[in-house]
């Protein structure tokens, strides 16, 4: 079925509500109408429009859509109309989904769920049981999509009178739609395929929309690629170009296959076949003006031409997705015109709004290719200034993307740990009733009775304990943003990027080749220990090392360094937590080293004790009290953030390992007693690879 518009002239509200979109699984209404006749209404039938507003406008105004939505709760509680109640609950959780606060939008439509069931209404507490079931899905917890969606499932098969079932054909085949979906997710192709297939061949003899049919296909279709059976594939796409170009939703669809049967060619060897139908591709997503799909198949022509050594080409497509990345940025849309995000281009939109969170990390995945790419190809034709224009907009993109990503986590976190406190008070809301009413039975039900208690008091210890697993999770999530913003001091980077842009200007092209590698390294390296929490010793190695050398260049003359390893220890096969020694390193160099009128040094050792590596970081620099006080007469608010954190972070490691990570640090003194260095040990303990 094709997206539909409510289209009309408003008196008052014109730009405002003049369009509102249509998804087949939620019904909504004409604003204006709504407007014209609300302010004659009184009591349930004022409700009723108050909750029609809030739906139809749920995924275009939050602000007027939440305060429908509020009006219709507070007019029907004072009412007792539980009904009105439910839609408004219901409401509540479509706007709360509309903007990514999934935790809200499950607390709403449990509590419909709740009033719906209790009313008896079973077609609509199906569809509310759907609702909880596609957040759950843009929270990537698919396993209760599949729960909820199989409830929703159940309750559309309950038989009515004259047999009759509680849900239609298209009820039942937009669950299974969804459920397919999930299980495409989870990586149950086959599963998928056969739901999918289901629904194609139910909806071909229902006369279902074109537009649904042609999605299910093109789904079929991906579903075939990812198992690797690319003829099955081929077929399915072949399929869904055949279908007639009824609608712009199904002109927008059906570039998609034709741009993935590219992909077909170009893995057959058939370059220039792949490189056609990626311009075809491109050249109508671009003139239409749909900015996203320009972006990705630009990306992807540019791609073919880079493996075909065809630099010149490749560059070309990329600096046009960089052109149309900024476009999309600056317009703060996916599209050139308004008008396009009203037509099915992803396929999902059709059954519900796509999540703006998750289309932004879409957008930024694509930036960070294409700066990655056009620094890879300026870097092999030695156009220094160009790639280091790249890079540092390649690292802009990771760290945008990163922080859309731990954003996200933190949101799926929340909704995984409301999910199950929610699921576990009904537990024991359950069990405290039962044994409540066993209270009132006779009394050789009493042992009885003292059981369920303590089954009881057993699942509110483990509610407990869950709860204190995922706020420890929690904070360990936020401890390591922290620490690896810390890892990159603002000031660090600055002047090393100056360094390394000193030396081209001085025409040391080599040099700056040098620095530049160190410099991406060490990015690479603590953005790929950022998402990892053991790493390899000598990766630990080779990031300290890196961080050294271009601490010198901000300090030349200033040190010497060295880094020991025992012989005992192999690098390849010790994995420990990363990052341990640079914060140290750091505050060896920032408070020791830089305050010393002479050369200084500062020693990095790795020794083996048993089944422990120890870290020795020691520098003979002014030594704390000294450097307390210099830093005392700058900044008396200054505090070692890097340190602190730290810190915290061993105390969050320490209650997960076994054996304990320990940190001592000690002052130096000479015979006189005077300040000569710091010494930090770390004991670590270790796993084997």
Same mark, same amino acid.
């Given at each position: 079925?094709?997206?539909?518009?409510?289209?009309?002239?408003?008196?008052?509200?014109?730009?405002?509500?003049?369009?509102?979109?249509?998804?087949?699984?939620?019904?909504?209404?004409?604003?204006?109408?709504?407007?014209?006749?609300?302010?004659?209404?009184?009591?349930?039938?004022?409700?009723?429009?108050?909750?029609?507003?809030?739906?139809?406008?749920?995924?275009? &105004?939050?602000?007027?859509?939440?305060?429908?939505?509020?009006?219709?709760?507070?007019?029907?509680?004072?009412?007792?109309?539980?009904?009105?109640?439910?839609?408004?609950?219901?409401?509540?959780?479509?706007?709360?989904?509309?903007?990514?606060?999934?935790?809200?939008?499950?607390?709403?439509?449990?509590?419909?769920?709740?009033?719906?069931?209790?009313?008896?209404?079973?077609?609509?507490?199906?569809?509310?049981?759907?609702?909880?079931?596609?957040?759950?899905?843009?929270?990537?917890?698919?396993?209760?999509?599949?729960?909820?969606?199989?409830?929703? !499932?159940?309750?559309?098969?309950?038989?009515?009178?004259?047999?009759?079932?509680?849900?239609?054909?298209?009820?039942?085949?937009?669950?299974?739609?969804?459920?397919?979906?999930?299980?495409?997710?989870?990586?149950?192709?086959?599963?998928?395929?056969?739901?999918?297939?289901?629904?194609?061949?139910?909806?071909?003899?229902?006369?279902?929309?074109?537009?649904?049919?042609?999605?299910?296909?093109?789904?079929?279709?991906?579903?075939?690629?990812?198992?690797?059976?690319? &003829?099955?594939?081929?077929?399915?796409?072949?399929?869904?170009?055949?279908?007639? &170009?009824?609608?712009?939703?199904?002109?927008?669809?059906?570039?998609?296959?034709?741009?993935?049967?590219?992909?077909?060619?170009?893995?057959?060897? @058939?370059?220039? *076949?792949?490189?056609?139908?990626?311009?075809?591709? %491109?050249?109508?997503?671009?003139?239409?003006?749909?900015?996203?799909?320009?972006?990705?198949?630009?990306?992807?022509?540019?791609?073919?031409?880079?493996?075909?050594?065809?630099?010149?080409? +490749? =560059?070309?497509?990329?600096?046009?997705?960089?052109?149309?990345?900024?476009?999309?940025?600056?317009?703060? *849309?996916?599209?050139?015109?308004?008008?396009?995000?009203?037509?099915?281009? %992803?396929?999902? =939109?059709?059954?519900?709004?796509?999540?703006?969170?998750?289309?932004?990390?879409?957008?930024?995945?694509?930036?960070?290719?294409?700066?990655?790419?056009?620094?890879?190809?300026?870097?092999?034709?030695?156009?220094?200034?160009?790639?280091?224009?790249?890079?540092?907009?390649?690292?802009?993109?990771?760290?945008?993307?990163?922080?859309?990503?731990?954003?996200? @986590?933190?949101?799926?976190?929340?909704?995984?740990?409301?999910?199950?406190?929610?699921?576990?008070?009904?537990?024991?809301?359950?069990?405290?009733?039962?044994?409540?009413?066993?209270?009132?039975?006779?009394?050789?039900?009493?042992?009885?009775?003292?059981?369920?208690?303590?089954?009881?008091?057993?699942?509110? +210890?483990?509610?407990?304990?869950?709860?204190?697993?995922?706020?420890?999770?929690?904070?360990?999530? /936020?401890?390591?943003?922290?620490?690896?913003?810390?890892?990159?001091?603002?000031?660090?980077?600055?002047?090393?990027?100056?360094?390394?842009?000193?030396?081209?200007?001085?025409?040391?092209?080599?040099?700056?080749?040098?620095?530049?590698?160190?410099?991406?390294?060490?990015?690479?390296?603590?953005?790929?220990?950022?998402?990892?929490?053991?790493?390899?010793?000598?990766?630990?190695?080779?990031?300290?090392?890196?961080?050294?050398?271009?601490?010198?260049?901000?300090?030349?003359?200033?040190?010497?360094?060295?880094?020991?390893? &025992?012989?005992?220890?192999?690098?390849?096969?010790?994995?420990?937590?990363?990052?341990?020694?640079?914060?140290?390193?750091?505050?060896?160099?920032?408070?020791?080293?830089?305050?010393?009128?002479?050369?200084?040094?500062?020693?990095?050792?790795?020794?083996?004790?048993?089944?422990?590596?120890?870290?020795?970081?020691?520098?003979?620099?002014?030594?704390?009290?000294?450097?307390? =006080?210099? /830093?005392? =007469?700058?900044?008396?608010?200054?505090?070692?953030?890097?340190?602190?954190?730290?810190?915290?972070?061993?105390?969050?490691?320490?209650?997960? !390992?076994?054996?304990?990570?320990? /940190?001592?640090?000690?002052?130096?003194?000479?015979?006189?007693?005077?300040?000569?260095?710091?010494?930090?040990?770390?004991?670590?303990?270790?796993?084997?690879?």
């Amino acid at each position: 079925m094709v997206h539909r518009f409510l289209v009309a002239a408003l008196l008052v509200f014109t730009t405002h509500y003049g369009i509102s979109q249509k998804f087949v699984n939620l019904k909504t209404y004409n604003v204006d109408s709504l407007l014209l006749i609300l302010p004659g209404q009184q009591a349930e039938e004022r409700v009723n429009s108050l909750n029609n507003l809030a739906v139809s406008l749920s995924f275009v &105004d939050y602000q007027q859509s939440k305060q429908y939505a509020d009006d219709a709760m507070h007019l029907a509680n004072e009412l007792k109309y539980d009904e009105g109640v439910a839609a408004a609950y219901r409401n509540n959780g479509h706007i709360h989904f509309s903007q990514g606060n999934y935790p809200s939008a499950l607390n709403n439509y449990h509590e419909a769920l709740i009033l719906y069931e209790k009313l008896d209404k079973k077609h609509t507490a199906a569809w509310v049981c759907y609702d909880i079931a596609k957040t759950h899905y843009c929270a990537r917890n698919f396993e209760k999509t599949v729960e909820y969606g199989n409830t929703a !499932l159940e309750i559309f098969h309950e038989p009515v009178e004259r047999n009759l079932t509680v849900g239609t054909v298209k009820d039942t085949i937009r669950i299974i739609e969804g459920l397919a979906l999930a299980y495409g997710n989870l990586g149950m192709f086959n599963k998928s395929i056969e739901l999918y297939q289901q629904a194609l061949e139910i909806g071909q003899l229902n006369n279902f929309g074109i537009t649904e049919m042609l999605i299910m296909t093109l789904k079929i279709g991906t579903d075939f690629l990812l198992l690797g059976e690319t &003829d099955s594939a081929k077929v399915y796409f072949g399929k869904a170009l055949a279908y007639p &170009d009824l609608n712009p939703s199904i002109q927008a669809l059906k570039y998609r296959p034709l741009a993935g049967l590219a992909n077909f060619y170009f893995m057959a060897g @058939e370059v220039d *076949s792949a490189k056609y139908y990626k311009q075809i591709a %491109f050249n109508w997503y671009n003139d239409q003006g749909y900015l996203f799909w320009a972006l990705k198949v630009s990306n992807e022509l540019g791609f073919i031409y880079y493996k075909n050594s065809e630099l010149k080409m +490749a =560059e070309n497509c990329f600096q046009e997705s960089e052109k149309i990345f900024n476009e999309m940025v600056a317009l703060n *849309s996916w599209y050139r015109y308004d008008s396009l995000k009203y037509i099915v281009n %992803f396929g999902i =939109e059709l059954f519900f709004p796509h999540p703006r969170r998750q289309l932004n990390e879409m957008m930024w995945t694509q930036a960070k290719s294409l700066y990655y790419n056009l620094y890879q190809i300026n870097e092999l034709i030695e156009n220094t200034p160009k790639a280091l224009k790249y890079h540092l907009a390649f690292f802009d993109a990771v760290d945008t993307l990163n922080r859309l990503q731990r954003n996200r @986590e933190i949101i799926e976190l929340q909704t995984k740990y409301e999910t199950e406190r929610k699921e576990e008070q009904i537990v024991s809301l359950s069990q405290e009733n039962a044994f409540q009413e066993l209270k009132l039975k006779q009394s050789g039900y009493f042992l009885f009775g003292l059981g369920s208690l303590v089954v009881l008091i057993i699942i509110l +210890a483990i509610v407990l304990i869950r709860q204190n697993k995922l706020r420890e999770q929690q904070k360990n999530l /936020l401890l390591q943003q922290k620490l690896y913003r810390s890892q990159m001091n603002p000031h660090f980077i600055f002047n090393s990027l100056a360094s390394i842009q000193n030396t081209i200007i001085n025409e040391e092209p080599i040099k700056a080749s040098k620095y530049l590698s160190r410099f991406s390294k060490l990015v690479r390296n603590i953005l790929d220990s950022s998402v990892e929490e053991f790493i390899t010793l000598e990766e630990e190695i080779t990031t300290v090392e890196n961080y050294l050398e271009l601490q010198r260049i901000r300090f030349p003359e200033k040190f010497d360094y060295s880094i020991k390893l &025992d012989e005992a220890i192999d690098p390849e096969s010790i994995r420990i937590p990363p990052m341990l020694a640079q914060p140290f390193i750091e505050n060896a160099i920032e408070h020791g080293i830089k305050h010393k009128d002479s050369r200084g040094n500062i020693q990095v050792r790795f020794n083996l004790d048993k089944n422990h590596i120890v870290l020795e970081v020691k520098d003979d620099g002014v030594g704390r009290v000294r450097a307390q =006080e210099i /830093l005392n =007469e700058q900044n008396k608010n200054h505090r070692s953030m890097a340190t602190d954190i730290t810190r915290e972070r061993l105390t969050v490691l320490n209650k997960k !390992l076994k054996q304990k990570i320990s /940190l001592i640090i000690s002052d130096l003194k000479d015979d006189k007693d005077e300040p000569i260095g710091t010494k930090v040990v770390i004991n670590i303990p270790y796993k084997q690879s």
